[in-house]
Nanobody, 125 residues
């Protein structure tokens, strides 16, 4: 079982970036996939999650800017991030667990069994 997060990089404020979480060894179709981030000196926080039934959840501070979606054919879950600000600078991680997580657990890092290695997103002018 492996998760490969990619797509991070340097982006200007107001810009966009799309992160990808590619799964191998299991199918995302029957797993909840979550995205988390950790900024320097801060705790890891839940960003968004995508459940097997297609429902999603996005943290309130990111609603309207971040979108999560999955491509079953590519066994990959994406996080589209728009209107980025300096506060979005962080290492972004994806995680997976089998089955459907309820809303209160979907953005809680303790709910997940498998983790990717993280990808750095730096918002800077």
């Amino acid at each position: 079982v492996q998760l490969q997060a990619s797509g991070g990089g340097l982006v200007q404020p107001g810009g966009s970036v799309r992160l990808a979480c590619e799964a191998s060894g299991f199918t995302v179709a029957d797993h909840t996939i979550g995205w988390f981030r950790q900024a320097p000196g801060k705790e890891r926080e839940g960003v968004s999650c995508s459940r097997p039934d297609g429902s999603t959840s996005v943290a309130n501070s990111m609603k309207g800017r971040f979108t999560i979606y999955r491509d079953k054919a590519k066994n990959t879950v994406y996080l589209q991030m728009n209107s980025l600000t300096f506060e979005d600078t962080a290492v972004y991680y994806c995680a997976a667990t089998r089955g459907r997580l309820i809303t209160s657990r979907c953005r809680h890092d303790g709910s997940y069994d498998y983790w990717g290695q993280g990808t750095q997103v730096t918002v800077s002018s």
